[in-house]
């Protein structure tokens, strides 16, 4: 890697802005003309993402907020790999680096003075709308919260936890929240509410994209989030308590809304825009009551383009890595693990195995199962076929695999309920069907063609001034 992430800028979210502007300026769009919540920021999203263009952009002139919107941050690869302090590379390099930050967390430091605290808002003050909160697609059922770092302490073993989960705004101080059964926060939560206990959350808005990247990192509900964001940050994260709820919050952040979670209450929330490409159902979810808002002197707010390059790399690419650790445990043959897009980062997942015994191939496809709820379809393949190519995995499928003795489903299994082909969808049903597959080489696979001394051949002796493509 080529040294500390981000350095020498802050590492927060204008630190990051900074380095973009000062080392990557192509990476960043800024659009002063005044934009309408409503559509206008997607609408201009979307016309860019149409246009092949993934630059982050800064809404200086959100319609009825007075605060400049960060939006896209995470929509290219690029980016993420210059979070995390390298500047060349593709996906391999970039996931090796990270899964070795991820392994080596640091803890946080305690601090009094916190920038994320300069302005302290509760009670009659508490004015969610004043930030610029956007309505995303069509059938939207108003404005979220969509890149909201959800930040829960484990009321067991006092681990805190953070992931993102989407708030529909309800009033000026209550919010809704969608917390997938495929989250660690919906078992934490689910603890609160259990015993009839609200649940503290805080919600993080705005920081570097090595947070977000740590905040998401696939790892075990008893593993600390703020330790690997620390890891992949390479340096500890200064937490500061909060005003009115019992957690620590990164101090550096843009803003913090301190809730907590009513027991026991429920409203309807959504439909939203979700990150398959189609809407999550209305659900009877939990209500969040907003104790305080805290922010910088002038916040940045920042969002996340759901079912946009934007979500669906942030929480997508890195899951490999937690699959492939477990995977290898389950099958010492593997030799490489490729979460691809055409399955959004999330559904379907590639595993290449030098394979030496029958049987070991569908033993890595059930790890991969375990591993991840997300997972739906799960290719096994040979080592000698590239798990990039969606066109070399069809191959392998189409040529290596007898259905009925190589394909084994999984019915009625722990999915996302946001899953289009769920049981229930219109219910928000999490129940799905898995499906894996062992494409590689059987015992009786035919021969596969080739010709001798292909390799020894110089085009250039039989083609006048022949050049390899
Ligand atoms: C932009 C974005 C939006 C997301 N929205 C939600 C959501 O509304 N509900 C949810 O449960 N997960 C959502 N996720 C996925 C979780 O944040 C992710 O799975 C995370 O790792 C969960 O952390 P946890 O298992 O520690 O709770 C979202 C992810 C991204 C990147
Ligand atoms: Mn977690």
Redesign the pocket.
């Known amino acids: 890697m080529d040294g500390l992430s981000n350095q020498p800028y802050t590492p927060d979210l204008r630190g990051y802005i900074e380095f973009l502007e000062m080392e990557h300026p192509e990476e960043i769009i800024r659009i002063t003309k005044e934009v309408d919540p409503k559509f206008g920021v997607t609408g201009i999203l979307d016309k860019l993402e149409k246009d092949g263009h993934f630059e982050a952009v800064i809404f200086e002139n959100v319609k009825g907020s007075d605060v400049p919107l960060v939006a896209n941050m995470?929509g290219s690869f690029g980016r993420l790999k210059y979070a995390i302090g390298m500047e060349e590379g593709d996906e391999k390099a970039f996931l090796r680096n990270y899964a070795a930050l991820e392994a080596n967390p640091i803890e946080p430091v305690k601090v009094d003075n916190a920038p994320v605290q300069e302005i302290v808002k509760t009670g009659d003050d508490i004015d969610v709308e004043e930030f610029p909160i956007c309505t995303y697609h069509e059938l939207d059922a108003g404005k979220f919260i969509?890149?909201g770092l959800?930040l829960m302490r484990d009321p067991d073993t006092g681990i805190d936890?953070?992931?993102?989960?989407?708030h529909q705004v309800h009033s000026r101080n209550e919010l809704g929240?969608?917390?997938?059964e495929?989250?660690?926060?919906?078992v934490?939560w689910k603890k609160y509410e259990e015993r009839g206990e609200p649940c503290p959350i805080a919600i993080v808005i705005g920081h570097h994209p090595a947070f977000?990247l740590g905040?998401?990192?696939?790892?075990p509900?008893d593993s600390n989030?703020l330790h690997i964001a620390g890891g992949i940050l390479q340096r500890p994260v200064p937490l500061v308590p909060c005003k009115t709820i019992p957690l620590d919050v990164p101090a550096d952040a843009e803003i913090v809304i301190e809730c907590m979670i009513r027991p026991k209450e429920r409203r309807p929330e959504a439909p939203f825009g979700?990150?398959p490409g189609t809407y999550g159902p209305e659900r009877m979810n939990p209500v969040l009551e907003i104790t305080a808002i805290t922010h910088r002197k002038n916040p940045m707010y920042q969002n996340?383009?759901?079912g946009h390059p934007?979500?669906l790399l942030?929480?997508g690419v890195i899951r490999s890595t937690a699959i492939e650790e477990t995977v290898k445990i389950a099958c010492g043959t593997v030799t490489g693990v490729h979460m691809p897009r055409s399955g959004r980062f999330r559904f379907v997942c590639y595993i290449a195995i030098n394979r030496k015994i029958e049987g070991e191939a569908k033993a890595a496809a059930m790890a991969a199962f375990v591993t991840d709820p997300?997972l739906k379809y799960v290719v096994v393949v040979d080592h000698d076929v590239d798990i990039t190519s969606d066109t070399e995995v069809m191959h392998a499928i189409a040529t290596r695999v007898r259905a009925d003795r190589d394909i084994f489903m999984v019915p009625y299994a722990k999915g996302s309920p946001l899953d289009p082909a769920s049981y229930d969808p219109e219910g928000g049903s999490h129940l799905v069907t898995k499906m894996g597959v062992d494409a590689t080489r059987k015992d009786n696979y035919p021969a596969e063609i080739s010709i001798p001394g292909t390799s020894d051949i110089d085009l250039a002796d039989f083609i006048d001034g022949y050049k390899k493509p």
């Open positions: 995470h969509t890149a959800g936890n953070i992931g993102i989960y989407r929240v969608q917390l997938s495929t989250a660690d926060g919906n934490i977000f905040s998401l990192s696939y790892t509900i989030e979700e990150f996340a383009f759901v934007d979500n942030l929480s997300f």
